[in-house]
């Protein structure tokens, strides 16, 4: 019916449960399905209807398309040449091992003078803020959330970020040219988000610190911090993805339908 309503001339599927109605409907419609990929392990919709599909595009498996990140993320992007301010980004829900080791951390920072910006989620907000205001931090040391539509604006304020590994928001930091020491999802569907972020920790253009019984080793993550020559990677960062992803994959499926 959705499909007859609007004309339906092509469908775009990134895959995942809430795709596949769309996806089968573009098959037995006959409407030309186009697959983009986000992470860099083919989900299991997307590995199902490749073959019948008209195009595929991701970021990791070739032809290589670059991620369609949003403009905003290239144009407050700057190079960065030492810490001042670290961000942790656990996603717009939070995540608990994220925010705990940035408690176990904002002394080490404090001590050092520097600034925190921490995205903790919702739920979390209101505890966080009493544990910070435990440790002594306020004012121009702590900028804590739980969203912001303008994220962009936090990350090109960062000189380091702590962040899970989920695509967008990889590719969304390596626009923006910041480095980042990534903590995957223990739990994330075929480990894809250790997979995201490879390619970049091979070419030591990022540091894993993997998440161990539901926490992260303080230790381990201030030695790898240590370890980051941020200025040679954010200026490397650049050339790992070219703006106007969004444009290249949208003239391929014009071209097609």
Known sequence: KIFKT?????????????????????????TPLFIHEQNAVIGNLNKLLKPLAKGFFSSYFKPVFSYPVAERFFSTARLRSELKTVIFLGGSQGAAAI????????????????????????????????????????????ELFDFDPKIELKMSRADLAIS????????????????????PYPYAANNHQVFNAKFLVDQNLAK???????EIDADEMLNLINEIDIAQISSKLSGQIDNGGVEKIADEILKDI
């Open 208 to 214: 894993f610190c993997f998440q161990k019984g539901g």
């Open 6 to 30: 609007h004309a339906v001339k092509a469908v775009v599927s990134v895959g995942g449960y809430s795709a596949a109605p769309a996806a089968f409907a573009a098959i037995i419609s006959r």
């Open 99 to 142: 925010n705990s080791i940035a408690l176990k951390l904002a002394p080490v920072f404090k001590e050092k003078g520097v600034k925190i910006i921490h995205q903790c989620g919702k739920n979390a907000l209101e505890s966080l803020q009493e544990e910070y205001k435990n440790l002594g931090l306020a004012g121009d040391e702590l």
């Open 164 to 183: 899970r590994a989920g695509a967008g928001t990889l590719w969304e930091l390596t626009a923006n040219a910041l480095p980042s020491v990534f903590v």
